[in-house]
């Protein structure tokens, strides 16, 4: 009766539960349904089993058919044959019970593929996931490079098989670095979602874009179609400025093409990828923000070096590297004030390009070496001057790389070529680079000290280009700053340059320092600098860097007229063909 009772309690409670909301949680319904399950079995099994142990199928049938049972439990006998081929009778209440417990192995049969389906979709969930993580990019969702290879094997295929033409561009962003470094890279994430977006629609629906990571992206192109003309709209659609942060951001794109015609033979996977990433480092060796479309005499920079290092070496230490000078003129009176050193190199009377052999220096650690080189030409090149023209007013400037304004030794090195050539320090003028400026100023500061003090001139180049900072500008002893040639270029067209110019033009006379406008290409530019009080001034209207014997009618004793016409009278004979400015650095 105890075990009936109980059971009836359970089912009551099952029964209230049931009929109640149901607020309890899934993980919770289950854990109900499957107590109530193994309950239910639990009994049946009990009954059953106790029935088979007891003295008899009558005594078992009388015992549980007493006054105590409910009526509605005591109407009916049906009888089983166990296993021993005993008769046992069983009363409709034990009919109940194994009636229960089938139920309760339903529910559980139920929780238990419910369980199952429920795991599957899971683990199916779980796969698309990972699918996604392997496949796809996770911050602009585009292909990566796992699958656009995957595409682009499938695409070589594909020509090998039926000669279908495809075309490969590779797309790295120009100057990401600075996005990153001055704005965070919050910014620089977000900026590289949009720049997704914008390749995605510049291309047709059947094209992948891909991103390879950082700021580098991909795109095939598969069929007929022109590429160099999707790759201009690549190049095109980044133009329009990006709105981040309250901020309007411009940012260009380098991008290589490798094409694979119907006509050529197909090529292996890793060759097509080298083809297009040729051609990306020629477009940005180019100028940036433009495209280039590969060809077989593009050599990688890595390449080019293994050829120019050992070259490059044995002319800085045998001093086979040419030094061009450019002037830089008093504009009130048109007298030359002082020669700019330039380094030159050339292979067999071939040029080779002076920014690619300067960053080549830096690289093979020959800058210190080069520099010293060039300081030592120009200063020889002044007592020449000095001697034959009685030009002892005239001054030379050298470009020193950021990592010689924390050599200790740079000093005394100078020291020596000017004791050897008998100059004084203050012919002598050392342009540094704003980041010389940066995170250096502790160590730099000594050296510049001691530079000062023998008599030299320090000049800021190029500023407004990079991170100067006025605390940076007051603890370095300068004498002067070069306005970069972006600050002058508009002055003559955009009345907002020609303001910004004014601004800086004052800051530089509050703080003492000489000002001097490079670039200056236009008879135009150089009469507002002329109104605006700019002192000294340098670029193609003046003249070209040239060979230092070309300047010798220029430097003579006799000044040209200061009139309008100065532009005229300093312009050296000889002078290179005229080309946008791009002055070299010898270090």
Known sequence: MAAGACSADILGTAGVQESAPMTASPNLQRALLAVLAVLLAAIGVVLVTGSRHSSGATATASKFAGPTMPPGLRAANFTLTDQYGHRVTLSSYRGHVVVLTFIGVLIRQYLTIRDNVTLTRHLESRERDLERQAFADPLTGLPNRALFTDRVAHALEQHRRNLRPLALLFIDLDDFKAVNDTLGHPIGDELVIRVGERLRGAVRASDTVARFGGDEFAVLIEGDSDAIEAGSRLVECLRPAFLLAGEHLSVGASIGLAEVTGEQETPELDELYSRADIAMYAAKRGGKGQLALYESSMVLPEAADLHYRPLLFDAIHAGDIDCVFQPIIELRSGRVHSMEALARWSIGGHPVSQEYFIKLAGRLGLLTALTDLMVDRACAQLADWSTRLHRDDLRVCVNVPPGLMTDQDFPDRVSMILERLGLEGGSLILEITEDA?????????????????????????DFGTGYSSLLSLRQISLQ???????????????????????????????????????????????????SLGCE????????????????????????????????????PVGMLPRRRHSRARPA
């Open 437 to 461: 400026l940066i995170g250096e100023t502790g160590a730099a500061k000594p050296v510049a000290d001691r530079l000062r003090g023998m008599g030299l001139q320090l000049w800021l180049d």
């Open 480 to 530: 002067a700053v070069k306005i970069d040639i972006a600050f002058v270029a508009n002055i003559h067209t955009d009345p907002d340059a020609a303001r910004f110019l004014r601004a800086l033009l004052a800051l530089g006379r509050d703080l003492d320092l000489t000002v001097v406008a490079e670039g200056v290409e236009l008879p135009g530019q150089a009469q507002i600098l002329r």
């Open 536 to 571: 000294l001034v340098q670029g193609y209207l003046y003249a070209h860097p040239a060979p230092a014997t070309d300047f010798d009618q220029l430097l003579a004793p006799a000044p040209p007229e200061p009139s309008s016409n100065v532009v005229d009278a300093a312009t």
